[in-house]
């Protein structure tokens, strides 16, 4: 884990919003570097899998020709909810570094904790990393839709 | 709920297992017919991400032009993993209707029910359909790997 990177997600986040898409970015780093940055598309692409972390769970698969994350760490803005939660799983990724808590829909710590439920496989997890500069991009975000 | 569809679920199973796949396949029905099919396809893409009822998913949001699968039913030859529960979750879709249960990996009953911890929506689940020939496709899929 290298809290630096997470200025990399915040950068998609913001990139993300440009887009008037929910501003959550991801980026995965293998060997200290990125392999592979991605933010939420769900509206451009209408598709609600479309989420920041699966992007970039696909762009990292495709650029190591591999189904297997090993020694990979994702870093994300915001707390993954079930569906990535459980991508991280089957992709096998080592860590998981999130920026701001999901109260309503986090399942990796706030909501539930899925990595604790004994699936066949269980990442380390670091959260509320720059928690507050991912925090204010998605509540600036929702203040302007009101 | 027609459990007439899950012959069509078996049936992309078994063009799964053609493929040396793990013989799981899905459809999604919406007003009586079927909008969508898919089976298991994560060895062939090398995508972790690539389970049958992701790939259903996906098509049938690209078929309908939107992200909310309202009005949709879900049916797949295995009990939904963590991933594509979360999945089923965020596109809305109306029905889950499964073959056989994953003692090990199924969160929909098996494991856990992520249907039932208060996330945003909460779609109705029919299991153990036809689950029988479900089951055997997997069993003769994982003994001939014997």
Redesign the interface.
């Known amino acids: 884990m290298n809290a630096k990177f997470m200025n990399n997600a915040i950068s998609q986040a913001k990139n993300a919003a440009k887009l008037d898409e929910v501003p959550v970015g991801a980026v995965i780093v293998k060997n200290g570097k990125i392999i592979a940055a991605a933010h939420n598309l769900?509206?451009t692409?209408?598709?609600?899998?479309a989420?920041a972390e699966?992007l970039c769970?696909?762009a990292a698969?495709?650029l190591l020709?591999?189904?297997?994350?090993f020694g990979c760490e994702l870093y994300v803005t915001l707390e993954p909810?079930?569906?990535?939660?459980?991508?991280i799983?089957?992709?096998?990724i080592d860590e998981v570094i999130y920026g701001a808590a999901d109260p309503?829909?986090g399942?990796v710590d706030s909501?539930?904790n899925?990595f604790a439920?004994?699936?066949?496989y269980r990442p380390a997890v670091y959260g509320g990393i720059k928690e507050e500069a991912c925090r204010s991009l998605l509540q600036e975000f929702f203040e302007d839709k009101r």
Do not use: R, S, V, Y
């Open positions: 769900t509206k692409q209408k598709d609600a899998t989420h699966m769970i696909k698969q495709e020709c591999t189904d297997h994350l909810c079930p569906m990535c939660a459980g991508a799983i089957n992709a096998k309503k829909g399942a909501k539930i899925l439920q004994n699936f066949n």
